[in-house]
């Protein structure tokens, strides 16, 4: 295969990688912001999983950290680990707790543990 072929090819999934860690950078701001400023349906959701409200203020801490690692080229790997992290915490409180749907969550987890995998090599460096 010819370097003219191969060129476009990497750019498409250049542009393809930094709109996915854009998006769910953005979904995961929001979110986060959502929990600090205390959004009437997040703090009512933060109730019913009786942990305190303190762990609704570390969530979106750490959503918005995790948001701001993923669009990071170097942080990439961790931000994506620790949104991962948080997927599967969410799974386990909508499952158990909340009783809500599941499947979002296990969407979101998959795609940013697939994310965390291919930018691994920047750990192993």
Known sequence: ?????????NRFKTIGFWALKIVFALAFIGAGSAKIYGVEAMVAEFDVVGLG?????????VEIAGAILLLLPRTTFYGAALLTA???GAFF???AVLHGDVIHTIVMAAILGAIAWFRRKDVLA
């Open 1 to 9: 295969m010819s370097l003219t072929a191969e060129a476009p090819a």
């Open 53 to 61: 409200q303190w762990f609704r203020y570390f969530t979106g801490i």
């Open 86 to 88: 948080v997927c599967i």
């Open 93 to 95: 409180a909508q499952f």
